[in-house]
């Protein structure tokens, strides 16, 4: 599966974006799927996930309120709205298939990553 994020850019705190995440080459209906993410210097974290119905999402403690994860399994998109930006939320953002075993709440849980895009919230 081959997964490509886009959506992100440059937005003054307490702004928004939208990132979206298709999927080619096979479904992600059959997975849970997840944002992550990595800053400048940093290891990459984990930021959001949701299950394969889209009933349940899962977030870090960082953009818990803010953020909103969603799907649209016929489109085999995946959506993370970001409201309420802050600096600390620059980073490269990617989706990613959930392919462990383990927590959702790490990223060494994830495979089949994709391209990321950049977020930048500076004013």
């Known amino acids: 599966v081959q997964l490509q994020a886009s959506g992100g850019g440059l937005v003054q705190p307490g702004g928004f974006l939208r990132l979206s995440c298709a999927a080619s080459g096979r479904t992600i209906r059959t997975y849970v799927m997840g944002w992550l993410r990595q800053a400048p210097g940093k290891e990459r974290e984990f930021a959001a996930a949701i299950s394969r119905s889209g009933g349940s999402t899962f977030y870090a403690e960082s953009v818990k309120g803010r953020f909103t994860i969603s799907r649209d399994n016929a489109r085999d998109t995946v959506y993370l709205q970001m409201n309420d930006l802050k600096p600390e939320d620059t980073a490269v953002y990617y989706c990613?298939?959930?392919?462990?075993?383990?927590?959702?709440?790490?990223?060494?849980?994830?495979?089949?990553w994709g391209q990321g895009t950049q977020v930048t919230v500076s004013s």
């Open positions: 990613a298939v959930y392919s462990g075993s383990g927590s959702y709440y790490s990223h060494s849980e994830y495979g089949y």
